[in-house]
């Protein structure tokens, strides 16, 4: 599984402007709702929960917000650079800066799990990062998160 299967060009947000993690999950939610034709409170309430369960706010300013939903037809994500680092009560107890979101459909099971993992091991390249970090630009985010790894390895 690619990033490019689940993320579009206007899938991103080079500049959130949020002051809290309840804040950050309502504007992307609204913006999920517009991607994926869903309604924007049903995102938001489906990652609240998963949020209640345990942060998804993974470490080194990075959050992985997720949730399943019934009437989605594929995966969808997300991902926004944030204009300031918020707290996100992550693992490590440091701001948030960079976030992916992912929604799937019920039925996703192992594709979920696998876009996870992918989104993980691409988030975990502290290079990646700080290129994310150092870009305002949505089309240069879009390169970077979607450079396949052989061309990063090169």
């Known amino acids: 599984m690619e990033i490019t299967d689940i993320l579009t060009s206007d899938s991103?947000?080079?500049?959130?402007?949020?002051?809290s993690k309840k804040q950050a999950l309502q504007d992307l939610s609204r913006r999920a709702a517009t991607l994926t034709g869903m309604d924007e409170r049903t995102i938001f309430d489906v990652l609240m929960e998963r949020e209640r369960l345990?942060?998804?706010?993974?470490?080194?300013?990075i959050a992985i917000?997720?949730?399943?939903?019934?009437?989605?037809?594929r995966l969808c994500g997300l991902f926004a650079r944030l204009e300031r680092p918020i707290d996100f009560q992550a693992i490590d107890d440091q701001p948030v800066d960079l976030?992916?979101?992912?929604l799937a459909p019920e039925s996703a099971g192992a594709d979920h799990l696998k876009a996870l993992a992918r989104i993980s091991r691409l988030l975990r390249d502290k290079l990646v990062c700080e290129k994310?970090?150092?870009t305002e630009k949505s089309e240069a985010i879009y390169a970077l998160l979607t450079e396949?790894?052989?061309?990063?390895a090169a």
């Open 54 to 61: 345990g942060t998804t706010g993974v470490g080194n300013g």
């Open 132 to 134: 994310l970090r150092g």
């Open 12 to 19: 991103v947000v080079p500049a959130l402007r949020a002051t």
């Open 65 to 73: 917000p997720h949730g399943k939903l019934s009437n989605l037809k």
């Open 99 to 102: 976030i992916f979101l992912l």
């Open 148 to 152: 396949s790894r052989e061309t990063r």
